[in-house]
């Protein structure tokens, strides 16, 4: 008898499921940044700028740090430090594609568009403050939080206080900075019992969390 099971259909489905999915989450990536004013071209210099990015960690200083414990969780979350040994120290560092990018970015936006700064500020303390509140240390490995919350609450802000016209705007700054913000920097003094060796702020990771947060915050405002 013939055993209806293929491996070459098998990889065929696979690989193609694969595309499928590449290309639907890079649709939406392009159309997050059409409503954010960015070119194709620009767009697609974002992309490979967060996806080169989030590989460098720029290390900014050292701190001494509690042994791991012998069970480490399985995070749910974000931050995903590299696999490296554990030496007595955490070295806190920014991610490139997850810190630094979405920062200028962000900057930029400010400036170019002219935005109304009251709003706006209040509007990073809300989601800073709800970041904060809803992620959590994960031993040995870094912050942790729910994938899907930062974007809704960022999403929720833009529409109550940036209105039709900065709305978009409104979602990517207040979910990026509001993330990083919350979820790494008012985590920083939990990172010496976590006992992990690196602590990098924004993530790690192809397409991290702080990336797609503010990419997913523009789709749904």
Do not use: K, W
């Amino acid at each position: 008898m013939r055993s209806p099971f293929s491996l070459l259909h098998f990889l065929l489905f696979f690989f193609l499921l694969v595309f499928l999915l590449t290309f639907i989450q890079l649709q939406l990536i392009t159309l997050s940044f059409e409503r954010l004013g960015l070119s194709p071209t620009a767009t697609l210099l974002m992309l490979l700028g967060s996806l080169l990015g989030s590989g460098i960690n720029i290390p900014l200083f050292s701190i001494r740090a509690e042994p791991p414990p012998e069970v480490i969780e399985t995070p749910f979350g974000l931050l995903r430090p590299p696999p490296l040994p554990f030496t007595g120290r955490t070295v806190i560092a920014v991610n490139v594609g997850g810190c630094l990018i979405p920062l200028l970015f962000s900057l930029y936006l400010v400036s170019r568009l002219d935005l109304p700064l009251p709003p706006l500020l209040l509007g990073i303390a809300l989601v800073a403050l709800l970041s904060y509140i809803f992620s959590r240390p994960i031993p040995g490995m870094g912050i942790g939080m729910p994938m899907l919350l930062p974007p809704l609450i960022a999403a929720t802000v833009a529409v109550v206080l940036g209105g039709e016209e900065y709305r978009a705007p409104f979602a990517y700054i207040c979910g990026t900075l509001g993330v990083l913000i919350g979820a790494d920097v008012l985590h920083l003094r939990d990172i010496p019992r976590l006992g992990a060796p690196i602590a990098s702020i924004g993530g790690a990771g192809t397409f991290d969390g702080i990336f797609m947060t503010g990419v997913l915050a523009v789709l749904l405002a």
